[in-house]
């Protein structure tokens, strides 16, 4: 299957990086390359490192732009952005978050509730699976992280209906737990979009981990920016954009001395700027692509 990636916000996030030819250019998810190989056309002698966990997506970027000496490709998770980096500093850093259109639309890959494959939802490809989480978590554990990671209302339910399942048989498939949580929502609540999308979440964040590193991989992809740089980053759910929001708001506090204090004593200085507050998908672009619909761009500039 052809690796393709429909970018949400593209001209939005390309337009939030104010590229500078001679710059340095970090794409922390580049998945099938669409915004990297739009930002190598704005560079002229700059240089861009483009960075993803997902060995499939490793092997398109490098037949996509691997003979552009100006692409440095790096199989690496973007949390480890300093190690990647060294002692260089970025003029623009970009993170797409959440599952590729690749990763959903191949269903070997297990992370859609649409076609029947083994349960799996590793972007990595390596470590514990959806099987293993499905499988081999308490009842209590299981509840926990479809309630935390998915807000999900029924996790009690669920939870105890995948336990029930398993103790007869594995449960191996998407499309069998899909079952299990729509067996578990009661029927008044089943229009409300699929049943099932809510526990693919949740369980997804809980296998690659997705929201234990992210507040501080933001802090690191801010402290690796030059002055004038600028993040921009892409989130999907109400979860992880909390985290970026909150994270954004914090570089751009100064003074936090009362207000009755005739000078300031603490010495704190903004670091950043905020240069949106949250971009969402225009209608033209929400009737072309269903996917942005959930879709928030937040972008910070780095400041003196």
């Known amino acids: 299957m052809e690796f393709s990636h429909i970018s949400v916000l593209f001209d939005e996030t390309i337009d939030s990086l104010n590229i500078k030819p001679d710059g340095l250019y970090v794409d ?12 190598l ?7 861009l490192i483009a960075i993803d966990r997902d060995p499939d997506a490793i092997s398109v970027i490098t037949e996509r732009i691997g003979s552009d ?6 199989h690496n998770t973007f949390d480890n952005i300093k190690t990647i980096l060294g002692d260089r500093k970025a003029d623009g850093i970009l993170a797409d978050l959440g599952v ?9 890959r297990g992370f859609s509730f649409h076609n029947d494959a083994f349960l799996d939802m590793r972007m990595s490809k390596t470590g514990k699976s959806a099987y293993d989480v499905v499988n081999g978590y308490g009842e209590k554990e299981l509840a926990d992280i479809l309630f935390k990671y998915g807000e999900e209302r029924f996790a009690k339910k669920i939870a105890e209906n995948i336990v029930k399942e398993r103790s007869a048989l594995p449960i191996k498939t998407t499309l069998q737990l899909a079952e299990i949580v729509k067996k578990s929502y009661p029927a008044k609540f089943r229009r409300d979009g699929h049943p099932a999308r809510k526990t693919f979440q949740a369980i997804r964040i809980e ?3 997705e929201l234990a590193t992210l507040s501080g991989a933001v802090q690191d992809m801010f402290d690796s920016l030059k002055i004038g740089g600028r993040l921009s980053i892409i989130t999907f759910h109400s979860l992880e954009d909390r985290i970026v929001k909150d994270k954004f708001r914090e570089f751009t506090v100064g003074c936090t001395c009362p207000k009755e204090f005739p000078i300031c004593v603490c010495g704190k200085t903004a670091k950043g700027k905020i240069i949106n507050k949250g971009i969402t998908a225009s209608e033209k672009e929400l009737n072309s692509n269903n996917r942005s619909r959930s879709a928030r761009l937040r972008t910070v500039e780095k400041i003196g």
């Open 100 to 108: 590729s259109s690749f990763q959903l639309d191949n269903a070997e």
């Open 207 to 209: 296998v690659n981990d």
């Open 28 to 39: 922390c998810t580049c998945g099938g390359a669409g915004h990297s190989r739009a930002i």
């Open 41 to 47: 056309e704005k560079l002229r002698n700059g240089a």
């Open 69 to 74: 000496k100006r692409a440095e490709i790096v």
